[in-house]
């Protein structure tokens, strides 16, 4: 697999050299030109790289511009290529003298065939070119103007004509003895499946024609958050490639969508349901759920949805193609034009040569197919990859609660008793099957007799049991099949049905309705006691509905729609489209390879809080088609150590070879008189400072953490952040320190702040305490800072810079390492002991995946403070574990050789006041 096989075609051309320069906006440091020339490197020779660059060196400015250097030279150096195989093959075709004239032939039908393929493949990207040149010239298209309203005309009169054979589809109805039904209506009846072989193979003829479309050579970037990939496009602008470069930003429709009717539902799954409710046309609800649960009426909105017409949509994506724009700046544009931005970047896609997309667009291979993302003989860069295989896990684990089968349940009994006599032989099966497989999940978390006697109740131990009464234990796949009677359902059928016939989304414009809302545990609550209800409801709708039948309708008593305040505040549900989407992608999950993972079940002591997860446990298994197709894959962040891990449990799993992978890895740009990192064992009365699970909560510990953090806040300015394992050591620490005093001592220096668990409350934390940063150099008050308790994993731990006064200390109090407890945890380690080769050391290899998770940790909180090349900043490693070799070892190489070891606190202390002093008397 070291080489691309995946384009046969292809003329192979030489090797390229980096360039001795690189189109930076400033001069460049050494440490980006390395990375910037093993990067072209890796790109050019088809490597997977693993590229490690810490914060603050410009690593995104440096991908920017090693890629996209790379990417110009290769193009120039492509087509160059293209065109001397050209004439090298027409010229051995006419002056082939070969006396064996058989032998002759077929030498030149080859050869002629390959030429072939090199002119189809130049004048494609010729094409392309020529095509982007003349929008360039001509920003704005008018041509198409008059046929859509043209096209608008017949859709009108197509419209009226519906009206009126409605009418007549209603008198056929009534003859035939069934019920009829509205135009509204008969867009929930699903149609009729005929056959699973037809299906099957137009399914895949479909495939095989976007797979023929080409484009050009593209390079896919993603990051994790839409904001980091804002931030990312906005540095392409600053670069030289801003100008020439084709970027399109990908995004969901909840950051994309410019229909306020729609955008307003902030719930994803409403808004994409919403959304392809009005492409086909169809005009909006006519009741509405208020904030307290009521339903009233409310107009109807036009039909289909005003940004969603072609010309706009086409005119918005040329305009894409043109210009760098970001996600703010799309949005923008989409307003301005009347144009879908989420269906114009879309539609850019194909002609685009830099594609920034999130995390799951382009990991989930669903999500990847329906943006018409084409792996084969691309690059992707994956920036900030420390969490890759947890993200890559995290989506492809499937969460369903009791709830939602049972919402789900419901919507298809209720389905069934008002269109059963209107379906198809084969819709009727196969709804049968979705229900029953559905049922046999409910009765597992039943927690019957028998079911409660096999589980395993170790959940029950530890800090991880959570309620006392919760019942848990892990299945394989073909146990779990087994267990609940459902191994002979054809599960890759079953899905297929599901996708094609849109039974999910019909479900839901079905349940919408008769029921208002959509809220699980409100479903749950009707359908625990029986449908009747419901089917009262929905007769007493129907009756509404004929004014003949029913001359005062009956309003719907604001009491029995209002959730239950007890509900409420058990356990917030989340609300769905439609619950059959979430048991979809279970079915989905139940096809991979039965050793790649493992079904949790639940059984709480209520039905509500049972639940059921397919636990991911070899995200390899989802990351193979992307290592296969991809002519490169560049994995970079700031703290990728362990490597090891990337390149087994990540490369290596997913069928690469060792000499493909390529890895680098950079100091910081910081001078080493600039950080202060210690590792400290004792407090400053000689207690060891031991924060491990046994000891965590001495008293005696907990006060020798706050006499260091007090003698600490006396000589650190500015901020100092101090990291906790969790949120509830954090909770009991403030506690123990608000009554020992601790906390009236330290809010003598420091202003106190504390993360918050929502993150709606996190900016306002933030600006509080940068206020306090700034104000505290000009005020007599006493206070020089401010003092932030945050949380390792937490939501300031990543993402957030405390750049220069901001953070001028950071705090590591103890090792975060996770719950041994959890029986995912344990359930992982078993499979890498079984399926990964041990660590270099000879360790299991799922106690160094243990001994990763912590560190990894460690690193990103510690990396919080040092941002840029003249920033400054102490690190503070509380805990006698951190003077360990393995330890050392695990942290980033730029921390690991400045870092003092400090047995005794008034060396830890001296060093640390020395620090600050130099640097004051440095910056007067």
Not at 661 to 689: A, K, R, W, Y
Request: charged share 25%; proline share 5%.
């Amino acid at each position: 697999m070291a080489g691309n096989t995946n384009t046969p075609s292809k003329p192979k051309v030489g090797v390229m050299a980096p360039p001795a320069d690189f189109p930076f906006p400033f001069p460049a440091y050494d440490i980006q030109k390395d990375f910037m020339r093993n990067l072209f490197q890796s790109l050019e020779e088809e490597k997977l790289g693993i590229f490690e660059s810490p914060t603050g060196t410009g690593k995104s400015l440096s991908l920017i511009c090693g890629a996209l250097t790379w990417l110009r030279d290769h193009n120039t150096h492509y087509k160059a290529e293209l065109q001397r195989k050209i004439e090298e093959g027409s010229a051995t075709v006419d002056n082939d003298n070969d006396p064996d004239w058989f032998s002759a032939a077929t030498k030149r039908i080859e050869e002629q065939e390959e030429v072939r393929k090199y002119r189809e493949e130049l004048l494609a990207l010729q094409k392309q070119e020529e095509r982007v040149k003349a929008l360039k010239e001509r920003r704005q298209v008018i041509k198409r103007s008059k046929i859509k309203k043209i096209d608008d005309d017949f859709a009108e009169l197509f419209r009226d004509l519906h009206q009126v054979s409605e009418e007549v589809r209603r008198e056929l109805s009534a003859i035939g003895g069934v019920e009829p039904m509205s135009a509204e209506e008969s867009e929930w009846l699903l149609d009729d499946y005929h056959s699973d072989d037809e299906g099957e193979n137009k399914y895949k003829k479909d495939k095989e024609e976007e797979e023929e479309e080409k484009g050009c050579l593209k390079i896919y970037f993603c990051s994790r958050t839409h904001s980091q990939l804002s931030q990312f496009v906005r540095e392409v602008q600053k670069t030289v490639f801003g100008e020439d470069t084709r970027v399109v930003s990908l995004a969901s429709r909840q950051n994309l969508c410019i229909n306020e009717a729609v955008s307003k539902l902030h719930n994803m799954s409403l808004i994409n349901d919403r959304c392809l409710e009005l492409q086909k046309g169809k005009k909006g609800q006519a009741t509405k759920c208020e904030g307290d649960g009521t339903v009233s009426k409310k107009k109807k909105s036009s039909a289909g949805c005003p940004y969603y017409k072609q010309t706009a949509v086409d005119g918005l994506a040329d305009q894409l193609l043109l210009e760098v724009q970001d996600i703010e700046q799309m949005v923008g544009l989409g307003r301005k034009t009347k144009g879908c931005p989420y269906y114009a970047s879309r539609y850019a896609v194909k002609d685009a040569q830099l594609v920034v997309l999130p995390y799951n667009t382009l990991l989930h291979k669903g999500t990847r197919e329906a943006c018409q993302i084409r792996l084969k003989g691309n690059i992707v860069i994956v920036d900030e990859a420390h969490n890759l295989l947890e993200t890559i896990a995290n989506i492809h684990s499937v969460y369903i609660s009791h709830g939602q089968l049972s919402g789900a349940r419901a919507q298809l009994s209720q389905y069934l008793v008002r269109y059963s006599k209107r379906l198809s032989p084969k819709n009727l099966l196969y709804i049968k099957q979705i229900h029953f497989f559905i049922n046999a999940l409910m009765k597992l978390l039943s927690g019957g007799t028998q079911s409660i006697g096999a589980m395993n109740n170790n959940s029950n131990k530890g800090p991880a049991a959570g309620n006392q009464s919760s019942n848990s234990r892990m299945l394989t796949v073909p146990v779990f099949l087994a267990e609940t009677l459902t191994d002979n359902l054809n599960i890759f059928k079953l899905i297929q049905y599901i996708e094609q016939s849109k039974i999910a989304h019909k479900l839901h414009s079905f349940s919408q309705k008769f029921e208002g809302t959509v809220k699980v545990h409100q479903v749950q609550k009707q359908s625990s006691s029986s449908t009747s209800a419901f089917l009262a409801k929905m007769a007493s709708q129907k009756n509404n509905n004929n004014p003949k039948e029913n001359q005062q309708p009956t309003p719907e008593s604001p009491k029995t729609e209002k959730p239950v305040k007890q509900e409420e505040e058990e356990e917030e549900e989340v609300v769905m489209g439609s619950p059959l989407m979430q048991i979809t992608e279970f079915l989905r999950a139940l096809l991979q390879a039965s050793k790649d993972g493992r079904i949790i079940v639940t059984v709480g002591p209520t039905a509500r809080k049972s639940s059921l997860k397919y636990l991911l446990l070899n995200p390899a298994s989802h990351f193979h088609d992307i290592v296969k197709e991809c002519r490169s894959v560049i994995v970079a962040g700031g703290t990728m150590r362990p490597v090891s891990e990337f390149r087994n449990q990540l490369f290596l799993s997913a069928g690469a070879t060792p000499e493909r992978i390529h890895e680098f890895s950079c100091g910081h740009v910081v001078p080493g008189e600039q950080i202060m990192p210690i590792s400290l064992n004792e407090g400053p009365t000689s207690v060891t400072l031991d924060f491990t699970y046994q000891h965590r909560k001495d008293p005696k510990v907990l006060d020798e953490l706050g006499r260091v953090i007090a003698n600490v806040c006396n000589v650190v300015p500015g901020g100092l952040v101090c990291f906790l394992p969790s949120y509830e050591y954090e909770q009991y620490i403030f506690n123990h320190f608000t009554t020992t005093g601790v906390i009236s001592r330290l809010s003598a220096k420091k202003k106190i702040f504390r993360e918050p668990k929502k993150s709606s409350q996190l900016d306002s934390v933030l600006n509080e305490y940068a206020k306090t940063v700034r104000l505290s150099a000009t005020n007599t008050t006493g206070i020089t800072g401010s003092l932030l308790f945050s949380v390792v994993g937490g939501k300031m731990s990543e993402g957030i810079n405390f750049s220069d006064n901001l953070g001028r200390c950071v705090i590591m109090v103890g090792l975060p390492y996770p719950n041994t407890h959890s029986p995912e945890l344990k359930e992982k380690m078993q499979y890498l002991n079984k399926n990964v080769s041990p660590g270099p050391d000879g360790r299991p290899a799922g106690s160094v995946f243990y001994e990763n998770l912590c560190f990894k940790a460690v690193n990103q909180s510690i990396g919080r403070a040092i941002r840029h090349r003249n920033d400054y900043a102490s690190i503070l490693l509380l805990d006698h574990r951190y003077s360990r070799p393995s330890s050392v070892q695990a942290l980033p190489e730029w921390i690991s050789k400045h870092l003092r070891m400090c047995p005794k606190f008034g060396q830890a202390f001296g060093l640390v006041r020395k620090f600050f002093a130099d640097k004051k008397t440095t910056a007067t």
